[in-house]
């Protein structure tokens, strides 16, 4: 009377039922797509505009004349020809003007005007790019049908990528939201599993523990990469995030996710056993994750870190995981070209693996 | 004439140094319900949880349907359904979500609709398990211990905490399940409980069976005895005076 029992129809039958939980469940969605949807867009959009140097005219200032009329046709600069004094000198002092430019008319003949800038300490930077391109701009002017006598500099760019903020930001989010989605989802969904007595239930079935395991696996593997893909995309149609290879890119870049996510399942099953009630899930989970959303450069490059934080960086996993997508993304490096940072993760796989079989609890 | 389906020998279970199970020996008769009654932390859920393979036993010998526990769990998991005393269910998931879950766990082939009506929850197919009242949770887990078409399932406390139309609509669905051939052990406090639903009962107490026979047996013997109630038994109780001034209908939602 009874067919042979199949394992892989058990286990697949846990994988649609897990999805379908995870796909329904606020806080995956919220963790794996909207944390770094928002900070895509955010920085998407900062990222798109560049620097802007905010520059006041003083008031009564001569506004007929080549200076103004140069600075004006930059588009690094925005100029505000309106404001009073008293407002334009509090602002400077705040550094939200970075300059004050003041131009007159030189009555007495040669030369023609005279400029004064005033530059805030509260914004050096900006004004040392504003410096420059003033004497780019004099340098201009005052040569105008005039000869060099010594050198004319010659200069060209050549056309090579562009690299955007987003360029930057997207790797490091998607690790993040792989990171998220393996520790956080794998824990609470073990361990409220089991202290809800659901995996109890389950072993009064016969079905294998092996498949209790891969099922969630597979529903969450599933899930981390069709939210890294909508990432993806969304962040090559609407900010042109550079996929140099396209497709292939993409696949490279799904690759190296799916591997990320096992990996940090791994932390995911290690929380979940050694958790003793459900609230310290989230404190355990963020001593897993804030370090390596801080430090793994998510958001900034390591090497911008102090020296003595560097090697606390290169020991995380993300870390390696940030630094192969981007160079698979924005280099098209192939998978060979990042297999030592793909040798990495798998090591700490192999040693988070071995810490969750020791920590794993099924009741 | 009657076949034994459930078979312990000498069944021993100890925690470290509590011995929750001390020896205890008993067969179940294939097609009837049968009751483990006693006191909490008699060791009636820590025998059902061994005999569903749940949990090792310390010592003993517990064969279901011909196989034993110790070499056959996973033939034994494939004819039983088991009912566990506040499990809760995958979350997130609706009724017949979670009944495509079990049937994909016990490799069946079933229409989760059928296995509701049989609970009389169709009405509930799109709700959450969490979402449902007492009685209902209970009928629920009934179904998912139904979907294997099992010769045994193993209810632990079903109506514990029920209302008195919930239990009795428990029961019928009780008897029911024995009257289509499927043996039920079950488990209660309720002695009134026992009564009306058990075919035979088996009193545990400190780990051990202290005795075993039909309810009306039992209550023939401690009369004989000489056992006699303080007040003159009245043909209806005050659950009789509960039902009949609610009605028998359900009331839940």
């Known amino acids: 009377m009874q067919s042979p029992y199949s394992h892989t129809r058990a286990t697949l039958a846990l994988a649609k039922a897990s999805f379908r939980s995870i796909m329904r469940s606020p806080s995956a969605v919220v963790f794996t797509l909207a944390f770094p949807l928002i900070f895509i867009l955010v920085f998407g959009f900062l990222g798109g505009g560049g620097t802007k140097l905010d520059i006041a005219v003083a008031p009564g200032s001569d506004l007929q004349n080549p200076v103004i009329a140069s600075l004006e046709k930059m588009p690094v600069i925005r100029l505000t020809k309106n404001d009073e004094l008293g407002n334009i000198l509090k602002a400077l002092e705040k550094g939200n003007y970075d300059a004050l430019i003041t131009v007159e008319r030189n009555k007495n003949g040669v030369p023609a005007y005279f400029t004064t800038v005033k530059y805030t300490s509260a914004s050096l930077d900006k004004g040392n790019i504003l410096k420059s391109i003033l004497n780019e701009l004099s340098y201009n002017l005052n040569s105008q049908n005039i000869k060099p006598t010594v050198t004319e500099i010659r200069s060209s760019t050549v056309n090579g990528r562009l690299y955007r903020t987003i360029d930057f930001i997207l790797p490091g989010q998607l690790g993040f939201s792989l990171l998220s989605t393996g520790v956080f989802g794998t824990a609470f969904v073990f361990f409220s599993l089991r202290q809800n007595l659901v995996i109890k239930r389950f072993f009064a079935t016969p079905v294998k523990r092996s498949s209790i395991v891969l099922g969630e696996a597979i529903a969450r593997i599933g899930f981390a990469l069709l939210g890294a893909l909508f990432i993806i995309l969304i962040g090559h149609f609407f900010f042109s995030f550079t996929l140099v290879n396209g497709v292939t890119t993409v696949a490279n870049m799904l690759i190296l996710a799916t591997m990320g996510v096992i990996v940090f399942m791994g932390f995911g099953f290690v929380v979940s056993g050694i958790a003793k009630s459900e609230s310290t899930i989230p404190p355990i989970s963020n001593i897993i994750t804030l370090p390596q959303f801080l430090l793994s450069g998510t958001f900034f490059s390591i090497e911008a870190f102090p020296t003595w934080l560097q090697p606390i960086s290169r020991a995380l996993p993300l870390t390696y995981l940030n630094d192969a997508m981007r160079k698979v993304a924005f280099e098209g490096a192939g998978l060979w070209e990042v297999r030592h940072q793909m040798l990495i993760i798998l090591i700490w796989g192999i040693v988070i693996y071995s810490v969750a079989v020791k920590t794993f609890k099924w009741e | ?253």
């Open chain 2, 1 to 253: 004439m009657n076949k034994v389906i459930i078979d312990v020998k000498n069944l021993v279970k100890n925690y470290d140094d509590f011995k929750a199970v001390q020896g205890l020996s008993f067969e179940v008769y294939e097609n009837e319900i049968f009751g483990l009654l006693g006191p909490n932390g008699a060791g009636k859920t820590t025998t059902l949880e061994i005999i569903e393979t749940l949990r090792q036993k310390t010592s003993g010998e517990v064969t279901v349907d011909g196989f034993s526990i110790d070499k056959d769990a996973s033939a034994i998991k494939r004819i039983i359904g088991v009912q566990l005393q506040a499990a809760g269910y995958y979350p997130n998931l609706n009724l017949v979500e979670l009944l495509e879950l079990f049937s994909g766990l016990y490799g069946v082939m079933v229409n989760p609709m059928e296995m509701l009506e049989k609970v009389n929850l169709q009405e509930k197919a799109k709700a959450k398990y969490k979402a449902l009242s007492g009685g209902q949770k209970q009928r629920f887990s009934i179904a998912t211990t139904l979907i294997n078409s099992p010769k045994i399932i193993f209810l632990d406390e079903p109506t514990t905490g029920l209302d008195p139309q919930a239990r009795r609509n428990l029961w019928d669905l009780i008897t029911q399940i024995r009257d289509n051939g499927t043996t039920v052990v079950i488990t209660t406090h309720y002695m009134d409980e026992a009564e009306q639903l058990c075919d035979r009962v088996a009193f545990v107490e400190r780990g051990q069976i202290i005795a075993l026979d039909t309810p009306d047996q039992l209550i023939d013997n401690l009369i004989a005895n000489g056992f006699e109630r303080k007040k003159e038994v009245k043909k209806a109780n005050l659950e009789d005076v509960f039902i009949n001034l609610t009605g028998k209908e359900w009331r839940e939602n």
